[in-house]
């Protein structure tokens, strides 16, 4: 038999075995986020790794685990980027807070730091650009942006810890 249709037909039987799971891993997931809408977006991740992943559980029995295991990790994740967005924007938040106060800001010092952040974002390669938006923006995980952009996570971690000293320079230099 090729590797096409036994991959797809084990795609269809996890398919079918993961129906069956299905109420129960809403359930589980609503009990993980406390909200409905967060758990349909979990329920649907897990749904899209028990049909993208390699080999899936070798025994009928250990699935509903498995799908379990795939559920707490898609929480974690969900967890993490919640917890990196909520960081953003409240440093948003502060800084609109600082510009809008009369004794806070030096235009001159904010004027020349936005055209240093920006000149330096500018000469950014397309990919650097990218990286950063990605992580920072979007608040995915290093291992999420490698897979996306076909790269390794250890290349995607260095690079933007390059990235982030070289903003940290140009912020030292204008402060």
């Known amino acids: 038999m090729d590797g096409t249709v036994e991959s797809s037909s084990t795609r269809a039987r996890r398919w079918e075995l993961y129906s069956r799971h299905h109420a129960s891993i809403e359930r589980t997931a609503r009990r993980l986020v406390g909200n409905s809408d967060d758990a349909r977006d979990l329920v649907q991740e897990v749904s899209i790794r028990v049909l993208n992943h390699p080999t899936g559980p070798r025994a009928e029995e250990c699935f509903q685990a498995w799908c379990y295991g795939l559920l707490r990790n898609a929480a974690a994740d969900f967890r993490r980027s919640t917890h990196r967005r909520g960081q953003y924007h409240e440093l948003v938040g502060d800084i609109e807070d600082y510009a809008s106060r ?74």
Not at 105 to 133: A, K
């Open 102 to 175: 009369e004794d806070g800001i030096d235009p001159e010092l904010s004027t020349e730091l936005r055209e240093q952040l920006s000149e330096r974002l500018g000469e950014l390669d397309r990919f650097s650009y990218e990286l950063l938006v990605r992580r920072y923006l979007y608040g995915e995980t290093a291992a999420e942006i490698a897979r996306k952009l076909s790269r390794s996570p250890t290349s995607v971690r260095m690079r933007l810890g390059r990235l982030r000293s070289k903003l940290r320079r140009v912020l030292q230099f204008v402060s």
